[in-house]
């Protein structure tokens, strides 16, 4: 039997873009449990929101959060980024020249509609440390101006399933890379990876892995040569790509 682990972008992958549930997922989830695969989230969202998901899963595993810019391992947060204040006084400036928000000062009740999600899950996605989600509101032929603009300022600017993100450079690969290669060290053992994602923000975490899944999500434009492509969306997808992969040993 191999040793597999797994990465996992969790909106619109593992998570319905629109519910938040990871229902569709249960029975890939329960061979991954029996098989004590390592289930690595990595996300957007915070270290709040993925241990709150984590807890959901019944999983302890390390994750990754805020698109590669930290990872929790051991209880220990390693950083690869900057810090949010730094962020802050980096592109409030721009504010002068486009319009947009930060997700992060956002009244409650705004980030709520934004998201879907209900308050308390919404306070711990504003509970950010090393990115910032743009509320853009500007013209949209003035997106690429502003992300000239933010690459400029030495940031790094991710286009996830809902926001565009900003954080110092660094992504969910070099993360990966670090988690897999201390988790080998730590257990004596070559893991097989597979990634699973499905917007531009997972394209160098899906490059990173032996298997290459692309979950369908309107991201044809994604696919390359080597990658599968779920035939169907969000969890039922994720579900239907990682049982192949255990059924075809």
């Known amino acids: 039997m191999r040793n597999y682990i797994i990465f996992s972008d969790l909106d619109g992958t593992?998570?319905?873009?629109?519910?938040?549930?990871?229902?569709?997922?249960?029975?890939?989830l329960s061979v991954i449990k029996s098989r004590k695969i390592?289930?690595?989230?990595?996300?957007?969202?915070?270290?709040?929101?993925?241990?709150?998901?984590?807890?959901?899963?019944?999983?302890?595993?390390?994750?990754?959060?805020?698109?590669?810019?930290?990872?929790?391992?051991?209880?220990?947060?390693?950083?690869?980024?900057?810090?949010?204040?730094?962020?802050?006084?980096?592109?409030?400036?721009?504010?002068?020249?486009?319009n947009f928000n930060c997700y992060s000062m956002l009244p409650i009740e705004e980030?709520?509609?934004?998201?879907?999600?209900?308050?308390?899950?919404?306070?711990?996605?504003q509970q950010r440390h090393f990115s910032e989600p743009i509320i853009w509101l500007d013209d949209e032929d003035k997106k690429i101006d502003f992300i000239q603009s933010i690459h400029l300022l030495g940031l790094?600017?991710?286009?996830?399933?809902?926001?565009?993100t900003i954080s110092s450079h660094h992504d969910k690969a070099k993360a990966l890379k670090w988690i897999k290669n201390t988790l080998e060290k730590d257990c004596q053992t070559e893991f097989i990876s597979i990634a699973l994602g499905d917007g531009e923000n997972d394209i160098n975490m899906i490059d990173a892995c032996d298997i290459k899944i692309l979950?369908?999500?309107?991201?044809?434009?994604?696919?390359?040569?080597?990658?599968?492509?779920?035939?169907?969306?969000?969890?039922?997808?994720?579900?239907?790509e990682i049982m192949k992969v255990l059924n075809n040993e």
């Open 215 to 240: 979950i369908k999500n309107k991201n044809e434009h994604l696919h390359k040569a080597g990658w599968v492509m779920s035939k169907v969306s969000g969890p039922s997808g994720w579900n239907q």
């Open 38 to 98: 390592p289930l690595i989230l990595s996300s957007s969202k915070t270290k709040a929101e993925i241990e709150r998901i984590q807890s959901k899963l019944i999983i302890e595993d390390p994750f990754i959060f805020e698109n590669g810019s930290g990872v929790f391992y051991n209880n220990q947060v390693t950083s690869f980024g900057i810090n949010l204040t730094e962020i802050h006084d980096k592109i409030i400036p721009l504010q002068k020249t486009f």
């Open 111 to 125: 980030a709520v509609h934004f998201t879907g999600l209900p308050i308390e899950e919404a306070m711990f996605s």
């Open 14 to 28: 593992l998570l319905d873009h629109k519910t938040y549930t990871f229902g569709p997922a249960s029975e890939a």
């Open 156 to 164: 790094h600017a991710a286009q996830g399933g809902r926001f565009l």
